[in-house]
């Protein structure tokens, strides 16, 4: 708790939450960042650390979000003091968790993405030769979770401080306007509601994972290799999984220990975790025959020659993430429709390259986007035929240019601002994660931080420490990110700038503040 309460962790968080779209959001006290920034660093950490001492979380506002299949989904929206309070638990919470959380999760977590877990997937098949998949849905997860379960395993991870439990204990029972008090699940819409839920999860990687992928044997083996070939003889079973928050997949080596695997999975998340699956749902597929889907792409197994098992992975968009796309796009039209003008071609084009970033890498992308261009061509040709002009490809920006370069499609432009051809994408292989990122370690924080070499770190730091009093604390928080942005030279002679030079500033700032000040 001390930790969490420091003066520099409460300062992270204002800055982190900021950065974040969702504090434009009010809660139940319609209350957003904008009304905290007005306020000096002083009064922002004196607030904060006389929530700790006593805490107790206002009421959650309800917010019912739209899905594609028409359903809505409930997210728990805190106050703007809550979500700063749960963002300086979360700082301190995240480093211990990461180094105890499992390998091969990728949802929710530092420098990991969907592409990571795609990629895991797609190299168990290809290079380890899997093909039977588990497909395992939990009924409603983050509604169903058991809270005394989660505060055992939180204390189980070495988190032991029982202020700060009983202050979770607290956060996961806040109120929800309309429904009551809660007796299970993590609100959706919290910041701390990710962490928690892999918590909870983290227990279902490991026993999967101990079960072969970290088997502990007896006998100390020379290297990976000859463990495996031991572990073949055994009449254990050899399973993987790839997880992203909720959504997760089993890889075995033939059916009938996949077989043994889904009912002991499923026996699993029932007896130990106290969640549903959905019987439905939860099914084992051969990837020879069947495809199964994953994060919006379908999979299946081909044959191949030349490669180590004969066989490689397949991947496309599903219907689903097909239909989505289709919806977006054509929505993004029909509001060019309305108002015909650089800004809404120019979100038109955001909308389509978004969607070809998330699905490059699905290997027959050109073919699923292609499916969806000779539908939405129509729709851009018979809805915009007023506004349209015809245009070439070297009316494109020299970004585009770069990015579409060898693309031959017909081209359509409104007031200079041109239509990127939705099927021009090529399939992107996807690497797999670095388990040697991570913000935690002196490693991994170097393969990350790059870029910022240029800056002196002593320097960084004492600009961090030394803010700048009674200024509020969004002008100290955007001095920070000045100080990066400039690469701590200063903008009118590119002098580096040392704690001599920094301290000067600040001194002849705060005399210049007590003269306008004496002057009033």
């Known amino acids: 708790m001390k930790l969490i309460i420091s003066n520099g962790n409460i300062r992270l968080a204002y800055r982190n939450i900021k950065r974040n779209t969702g504090s434009k959001t009010a809660g139940t006290n319609n209350l957003t960042i904008d009304d905290i920034k007005r306020l000096s660093v002083e009064e922002v950490i004196e607030h904060v650390q006389t929530m700790a001492q006593v805490y107790e979380p206002e009421n959650v506002r309800r917010v019912f979000i739209p899905k594609a299949n028409g359903k809505v989904r409930p997210l728990g929206i805190p106050t703007i003091w809550d979500r700063i309070f749960q963002q300086c638990i979360l700082q301190i919470l995240e480093p211990i968790c990461e180094a105890k959380f499992h390998k091969?999760?990728?949802?929710?977590r530092p420098n990991?993405?969907?592409?990571?877990?795609k990629a895991r997937l797609e190299s168990l098949i290809n290079m380890v030769g899997l093909y039977h998949c588990i497909d395992v849905d939990i009924k409603g997860f983050f509604d169903n979770v058991h809270h005394s379960k989660l505060l055992k395993q939180i204390w189980s991870l070495g988190i032991k401080d029982k202020a700060l439990l009983s202050i979770i204990s607290k956060l996961l029972k806040a109120e929800i306007v309309g429904e009551g008090v809660p007796t299970k699940g993590t609100p959706q819409g919290g910041i701390l509601s990710p962490l928690l839920s892999n918590i909870v999860l983290n227990e279902l990687d490991?026993?999967?994972s101990n079960q072969w992928e970290t088997f502990q044997s007896n006998h100390n083996y020379k290297h990976n290799g000859s463990k495996v070939k031991a572990l073949k003889k055994s009449n254990l079973k050899e399973c993987y999984i790839i997880r992203y928050a909720d959504d997760f997949k089993v890889l075995c080596r033939t059916r009938s220990q996949a077989?043994?695997?889904?009912y002991a999975v499923k026996d699993f998340l029932k007896t130990r975790l106290h969640l549903e699956t959905s019987e439905e749902k939860?099914?084992?597929?051969?990837?020879?025959?069947n495809s199964s889907e994953f994060l919006g792409f379908s999979f299946c197994v081909i044959r191949k020659g030349k490669t180590r098992f004969g066989y490689v992975a397949k991947s496309n968009m599903?219907?689903?993430a097909k239909s989505n796309a289709h919806i977006k796009i054509k929505e993004s039209i029909k509001a060019i429709q309305k108002k015909p003008c650089i800004e809404t071609v120019w979100h038109y084009n955001t909308v389509v390259m978004g969607i070809q970033n998330y699905y490059a890498p699905a290997t027959h992308i050109m073919e699923n986007l292609s499916e969806l261009s000779s539908h939405l061509n129509k729709t851009l040709y018979n809805r915009l035929k007023h506004s349209r002009k015809?245009?070439?490809?070297?009316?494109?920006?020299?970004t585009l240019q770069e990015r579409y370069k060898g693309c031959k499609s017909r081209l359509y432009k409104i007031k200079n601002m041109v239509f990127v051809p939705i099927h021009a994408q090529k399939h992107k292989t996807n690497l797999c994660f670095s388990q040697d990122i991570c913000n935690y370690t002196v490693k991994g924080r170097n393969k990350i931080h790059q870029n910022l070499k240029a800056i002196d770190k002593n320097v960084l730091a004492y600009v961090m420490r030394n803010f700048i009093p009674n200024r509020t604390i969004e002008y100290n928080d955007n001095r920070i990110s000045k100080f990066i942005a400039q690469y701590g030279k200063c903008a009118v002679t590119d002098i580096e700038l040392g704690k001599l030079i920094?301290?000067?500033i600040i001194k002849i700032r705060i005399i210049y503040q007590t003269m306008i000040h004496m002057q009033i």
């Open 390 to 398: 015809e245009a070439t490809f070297f009316d494109m920006t020299s």
């Open 206 to 208: 490991w026993w999967v």
């Open 282 to 289: 939860s099914k084992v597929i051969n990837l020879k025959k």
């Open 112 to 117: 990991r993405s969907t592409h990571h877990a």
């Open 104 to 108: 091969h999760s990728y949802g929710f």
């Open 502 to 504: 920094g301290t000067v």
């Open 259 to 262: 077989i043994k695997m889904n």
């Open 318 to 320: 599903t219907k689903k």
